[in-house]
């Protein structure tokens, strides 16, 4: 009779291979390797097209945010250039700050991984070789593409007139593919992509045979790698800027104060942090006396925090005052539509939430003005509040004996309107533009009926018996409302805030449309100050550069509003 060990024998006498390949690739391991090739499938069409229109234009924009030169996508390098047109030496604390982040954050990542393998008693040190080689790979990747795409985009302005041939643009593709440059970047990417692979699967191998269930923690020591690499770049960048800043200004016999303003600024900033992680660690002392000394200490903290940075306003007046008007009409429009819209849109929804008649009715009708076309109803709008004398708003207000407004023209303040002061109010205390308040009354008037909706859905989610228990409990309505709702509803709260900022923050059609010239720009918030770079004087490094900005404020907005918020968030 045949044993176990005599077919091994045989086989291997016959097919010495394949035995050798079975010790390697169990069949348990075959399974898991298809498994994990069908996921990947499936994923990679998703991979491609994120990659392709979402963060392929994020990087083409920053690479194109170092580039000067009008009506040229591919202009001469400026390095920090556009961003210090725009926010001046801020742009170097800015560049220091970013890849101050990028480090911390890699820390913080490779912290997490030492926290799992004291937690799991893991071997996760070998995995940070295929990581990082992987890591690696994608960014000699991204140097590839920066590489080759100017020489692509170089193409129509070589092959004008008669040279604009088939034939001509397929040469001019095949040399711009085969400089030695491209070249050496796409094969030094395919091959450490290759060895991160490779390494991969050998890594996973000899962890499968200590444990049944190994942790993998390739994606943290990839994530860490690529943020390394990207500190180390942004701040060789930064740190080479401000060096070339110094030489030429040292050629012009002029004087900077760079490093000055970059450690006094960033100084100010850490004292902040700082107060604030004292502010936040009062809580949590058992004696009265270390509250004190806590909430003491945040306080001398954020006043020292404060007196550092200001150097701001020095700074702020040497940017491009376009750009910090922008940002002030964009703050303006933020805080004077968000809480408005959100509050009008939870009272409605709780009016609506009652059993009364038209309820279905009164529903679509607060939902119209978010489906409308937003270049239609911005149109009446402009109609509505123009600054005519026999306009439907200024003839309503005649009706009450009050004076014609100017509206969508007016760019005086409303503060400074309504005290019926001077011109010589300062522009930061008189408030938004009357402009810009109807271009706000708008904008409510749209999100509310949306807010509205979204507010219907989570009261539904909410089980009724909470509220039977609670009167019988004894709580009134206004108990009831903010003791069950109130706390039920905060997902969905949290939820709305967060999609309301970061869409003012981005808002721009309606804005276009109701803007008009004799508001002097005092309408016109940051996205519409960054299409007229673009459109207008055609500035494409400038523009993009001003985009980058804006996403850089909207990201930092969204952390802050998410480390508040969803601290108060309740989820059942």
Known sequence: METPLTSQ?????????????????????????????????????????????????????????TLRGLNKVVGTPDGLGNYFKAIDNLAYVLGFWIAAAFAVFAV???????????????????????GGLVAVSVAIFTRFVFLLLPELLLIPTKLRGAANTPENFAAAVKDAWLLSVVQ??????????????????????????????????FGQFFSATLLSIGAVVLGWFTW????????????????????????????????????????????????????????GGAAMLMVGGWVLIGELPRVVASGDKNWWQGLRATVYYVIGTVPIQLGVSLVLSVLLFQKIRGQSFF??????????????????????????????????????GFNS????????????????????????????????????????WTFVGFDTVVFLAGLGSIPKELYEVAAIDGAGTWAQFRHVTL????????????????????????????????ALGTADTASIVIFQAFKRDTRYGYASALAILLLIIILGVTAINNRIASRRVFYG
């Not at 016999?253 to 490093?259: H, N």
């Not at 869409?503 to 276009?512: C, D, E, L, Q």
């Open 9 to 65: 024998k045989s086989i291997a006498a016959t097919q010495p291979g394949l035995l050798s390949r079975r010790r390697w690739l169990s069949g348990r391991q075959i399974r898991r390797l298809r498994e994990a090739g069908l996921a990947y499938a499936f994923l990679i069409p998703s991979i491609v097209i994120i990659g392709l229109f979402g963060l392929f234009p994020l990087a083409f924009a920053v690479y194109e945010s």
């Open 363 to 400: 529903r679509m009708v607060y939902f119209l003005p978010y489906i409308a076309p937003f270049v239609g109803t911005a149109a009446v709008f402009r109609i509505l509040f123009s600054g005519k004398p026999n306009a439907p708003v200024n003839s309503l207000l005649a009706l009450f």
């Open 108 to 130: 913080r990542g490779v912290w997490g991984v030492l926290q799992e393998k004291r937690a799991y008693d893991s071997r996760p040190w070998p995995w940070l070789v295929p």
């Open 487 to 518: 706390p039920l509803l905060s997902p969905t709260l949290y939820f709305l805030s967060l999609y309301a900022v970061i869409g003012t923050f981005k808002a721009f059609n309606h804005i276009y449309v109701l803007r008009q010239g004799a």
């Open 405 to 444: 407004l100017a509206w969508l023209n007016e760019p005086n303040g409303i503060f400074r309107i309504l005290a019926n002061v001077d011109q010589s109010v300062s522009m930061a205390i008189s408030g938004p533009s009357l402009a810009l308040v109807v271009i706000m009354i708008y904008g409510i």
């Open 184 to 217: 050496q970047s796409f094969w030094a990417s395919v091959l450490l992509l290759l060895a991160g692979a490779i390494a991969a699967i050998v890594v996973n191998r000899a962890a499968t045979r200590r444990r049944a269930l190994p942790r993998i923690y």
């Open 240 to 295: 080479d800027q401000v060096n070339l800043a110094y030489a030429t200004a040292l050629e012009a016999g002029e004087g900077l104060d760079i490093w000055s303003q970059v450690v006094t600024i960033s100084a100010g900033f850490l004292l902040l942090l700082a107060a604030w992680w004292l502010w936040e660690s009062a809580d949590e002392q058992a004696s009265n006396m270390g509250l004190v000394f806590r909430l």
